[in-house]
């Protein structure tokens, strides 16, 4: 079977089993409080409940739509289903619209999930020689970013300033400080001890036991580069504006309890942002064409 760039990405961020576990109507609640409909994947994570009362101290009563599956709550959402919904980066909605010819957007970002540049040799990214060689995972959608990642460090050059479909072939050998080595991404941690570094994604370097303390660049949410993989609350384009939507995001981002829990469910490594919503939009534009030009 033969893939697209496109497909290949899409196979690559959501490949879980179809199960939807629970559906709700939205209306006014007891006492004229307003219902909202958010569609989540994981609602066992308990900074929901933290932010589930934050919302019902303004006013707002959230009803959670758990989903088992990522290629569920975006359809839900654009169908009505859902008021919102938030799991996923700007990547996976840029691939969803484009694949659907839909229209939905982000409203607010809420964490990003780097991936870092760890090394058992450097203590920082000014002490890679020149020519050295970096590990990078060898999966469509991890490659792309671990190149943006050392782009952003400034060990290597891509050609058009990268996409989220480079690869080293994009590499500019006369600017670049380093060689790329591909691996599959749960065997980057045990290649640091024969390269100079390597690029680990959250998941794995949790596992391998790296302490993100101890990483010597990552994913900068700051970095035009990084935003299309921020995650974010999607709404229908018609919905971008609602104030009690808009309040949710503001309440996600203004609740400590509900910061601090995020960051403690990912094991330390979740990056809390508040990326302004014309960024995330101008990323999704850029993103979208992207795909529709990798298509």
């Not at 497909?7 to 307003?34: D, P, R």
């Not at 989903?67 to 959402?77: C, G, I, S």
């Not at 964490?111 to 890679?128: G, M, N």
Request: with cysteine.
């Amino acid at each position: 079977m033969t893939f697209t760039k496109r497909g290949a990405l899409a196979a690559s961020i959501a490949a879980f089993a179809l199960l939807l576990t629970s559906c709700s109507s939205s209306g006014s609640g007891e006492g004229g409080t307003e219902t909202v409909r958010l569609g989540v994947v994981g609602e066992s994570n308990p900074y929901w409940v933290d932010f589930v009362d934050a919302a019902a101290e303004e006013g707002i009563e959230v009803d959670l739509v758990d989903f088992q599956d990522y290629n569920q709550p975006n359809p839900a959402l654009s169908n009505g289903d859902l008021d919102l919904n938030q799991f996923q980066h700007v990547v996976y909605l840029a691939e969803y619209n484009v694949a659907n010819d839909d229209d939905l957007v982000p409203i607010g970002s809420t964490a990003i999930y780097p991936l870092a540049l760890f090394s058992d040799t450097y203590q920082s990214v000014d002490e890679i020689p020149e020519g050295s060689e970096i590990a990078i995972p060898n999966d469509v959608v991890n490659r792309a970013r671990a190149l943006l990642v050392l782009q952003s460090a400034g060990l290597l050059e891509l050609e058009g300033g990268g996409s989220i479909f480079s690869t080293p072939d994009e590499i500019d050998p006369e600017t670049s400080k380093v060689t790329i080595v591909e691996v599959q991404a749960d065997l980057v941690p045990n290649s640091l001890a024969d390269v100079a570094g390597g690029v680990v994604n959250n998941e794995f370097a949790t596992k391998a036991g790296l302490d993100y303390a101890d990483a010597i660049a990552q994913d900068d949410p700051q970095d035009p580069n990084a935003l299309p993989y921020v995650n974010i609350f999607a709404a229908r384009a018609e919905d971008q504006d609602n104030e009690t939507y808009l309040k949710l995001v503001e309440i996600y981002q203004g609740t400590q309890a509900v910061q601090d829990g995020v960051v403690n469910d990912s094991g330390g490594t979740a990056v809390m942002t508040s990326v302004p919503v014309a960024d995330l939009l101008a990323s999704l534009e850029r993103v979208q064409d992207d795909v529709r030009a990798n298509s």
